[in-house]
């Protein structure tokens, strides 16, 4: 196998070798009676929080990301292509079963997911949430698959642990990834044949290089908070530090800075280095400059909702699908479009600035 030299995290030869991958491997039991249910309620615009306990404490979307395993299509003729199912449009053009039988209906028939329960209410919400998540789900699940070929093969077939941070960088031969398919993959041997060689294709190849050049050029950890959507990193910091206030803004400033459940606060001073990844400093600085430019000097980002306007002409839009800030947080029905903010600027108005972006020579030069 190609990059084995390079493998330092590895247990030792010979014995059982045990693999252990994060994340759900197994769905709750279903169906769970309604009273014993975890009850959620969705957040705006994303994320949910359990208002009621119940028989599990799973996340709805690792319920979710398991569901799309379980209902995997392999192959499907998708735009006049045969292809395997990369995508949730995959799954929504041939009518996937997990929409008509596992919970997307409305919860008050048979509950979200035949696993949690929903506030009522929120119902058109949480199914609304739920199909947005699946999009990043099923891509994710394909860009795991192939980490957990290569840590499954090495175990089975090398006698040796190697961790994911590693595997990301070994690359099997095609036999050897056809001898270690993913359980929902294992009776659909075509799809993964088709898989492999994608994988194995130089276009992939180059690809994974430049992605993998881009994500080192990030100089520190993305933020802090684990599992944590930012919606339950602020619902957490707040319940571990009861009487101090904590809005949209300040969440996602300290979800750079530390876990909620430390001694983290937001300050508007913090330096450079208080932030694990110097370009959430940079991108702060530029929301508080533009935000202050369009409302004077006293506007103060901690007393405010999030400033649509501002985010925008702080980060030139919405690039790569993201917003400058706080993108899980942002209400995107209130967010003006580029091309409407580029025909009410004046020479009153900020201007539209490119994203602020911190490379590794910038930190280093500091």
Known sequence: MQGEEEEAEEGAAGGEQKVWLRGPSQLPRRPIPLARRPMIRPLEPNGCFFVQPGEHKRKPNGILGLLCRL??????????????????DHYMATRMLLIAKEGTSPPKRGGWL??????????ARANKQAHQACYKLV???HYEVRVQAVVVYCAEFKKRIVKKPAARDIFPMRDQYLRVPPNWCANKAECWSMMVDKWISEEWARQHTLCRERRLMMPGLAHHQGSLSLGEYKKTWS???????????MAYAMSHMGRATSDVAYNPAAPLEAYTNPSIH??????????RALHGETWDPATVPLFGEAIMRAGQGKKHGR????????????????????????DSTPPIRPRPETSVASVHQR
């Open 71 to 88: 209902h995997f299509l392999g192959l499907v003729m998708h735009a006049g292509v045969l292809e395997p199912a990369y995508t949730w």
């Open 114 to 123: 035949g696993s949690c329960g929903c506030e009522e209410g929120y119902e």
């Open 139 to 141: 891509k994710d699940m």
């Open 239 to 249: 319940e571990s530090h009861p009487g101090q206030s904590c809005n949209d803004f």
């Open 282 to 291: 940079a991108r702060i600085n530029a929301y508080m400059e533009v935000g």
């Open 323 to 346: 917003y400058l800030i706080a993108n899980s947080l942002v209400d995107t029905a209130s967010m003006p479009s580029l091309s409407q903010l580029r025909a009410s600027t004046t």
